[in-house]
């Protein structure tokens, strides 16, 4: 409860920060844009076409703690305003295809923790989940696409 909290006030104030009315691309971070305009599908498959190479090439890497735990923060902050963003739009008329499509971020997201490193987490425990997160990268990677390409 207390995580949806902290979201719901960090989409606050990047939705106050940005031109909401904008039919563009918004919120640049670290390159990764997000669509003000379409469907949550679209606007999840858009950014998941940005996010995966960066995953996929972070994953084949052997960085230190450190340089993953600096490269989590940017991808993990724009999926978590597109997932206030989703929410917030379908607040008053909730839809099957919206509930659906929330459902793919918090996958996205255990996939950034796992990979990146949850900064609760000792050292220890984060490279621990980094690496079975890097054995397992193909699958993840596949699942999420499969759960992307069937959202309404």
Request: net charge positive.
């Amino acid at each position: 409860m207390r995580f949806l909290s902290v979201l719901m006030i960090f989409g606050l104030l990047f939705m106050a920060s940005t031109d909401c009315q904008a039919k563009t691309l918004e919120a640049k971070v670290n390159k990764l844009t997000i669509l003000t305009a379409g469907s949550s599908k679209e606007r999840i498959n858009d950014l998941w076409r940005q996010s995966r190479p960066i995953i996929e090439k972070d994953a084949k890497a052997d960085l230190s703690d450190a340089k993953y735990l600096n490269l989590r923060s940017p991808l993990f902050d724009v999926w978590g305003n597109l997932q206030f963003k989703l929410a917030w739009e379908n607040r008053k008329v909730p839809s099957p295809a919206s509930d659906k499509a929330q459902r793919v971020i918090p996958e996205i997201l255990g996939l950034i923790d796992k990979l990146y490193g949850f900064p609760g987490y000792s050292k220890v425990m984060r490279e621990k989940k980094r690496v079975a997160a890097k054995k397992g990268i193909g699958a993840s990677l596949s699942r999420i696409d499969r759960m992307i390409i069937v959202l309404p």
